[in-house]
């Protein structure tokens, strides 16, 4: 067996509409509908340019294979999500213009700048940008 990409990550929210809002106006991801039997009530799944449903929203009443505690005290060792991206000055700017709150860091040795946000349910998103 071999690992070949991460695949998605899954966020659960009470307010499907403003996280998908937060998803594709912070980082222009396509929100589609959730195969069936999901409706639109209960999950959106935010694409990439690639047309890889990399972000999976479901709603509090979404049924779900696995079940636990999603209190934000129970997230268990889950620091951050790790997004590569391009256009470090064009998300600055757009960060700016949403009045999103964001830290930024550079590792200089690896020519990696990064922005740090949190989205609307409290999930740390890291926005790597390489040689950007």
Do not use: K
Not at 62 to 89: N, Q, V, Y
Not at 90 to 99: C, F, I, K, N
């Amino acid at each position: 067996m071999t690992i070949e990409a991460l695949d998605h990550f899954n966020i659960v929210t009470a307010d499907l509409d403003r996280a998908e809002a937060f998803y594709r106006d912070l980082l222009g991801l396509e929100s589609r509908p959730a195969p069936p039997p999901l409706t639109l009530d209960m999950a959106r799944w935010m694409h990439d340019r690639e047309g890889r449903a990399i972000v999976h929203l479901n709603s509090l009443h979404c049924p779900r294979m696995f079940d636990r505690d999603m209190s934000p005290r129970a997230t268990g060792a889950l620091h951050h999500i790790a997004l590569r991206c391009a256009g470090h000055e064009a998300m600055v700017e757009r960060l700016d213009r949403m009045g999103i709150a964001y830290d930024g860091n550079e590792v200089s040795a690896i020519g990696l700048r990064q922005l740090f946000v949190t989205d609307p349910e409290g999930v740390v998103l890291e926005l790597n940008f390489f040689a950007d």
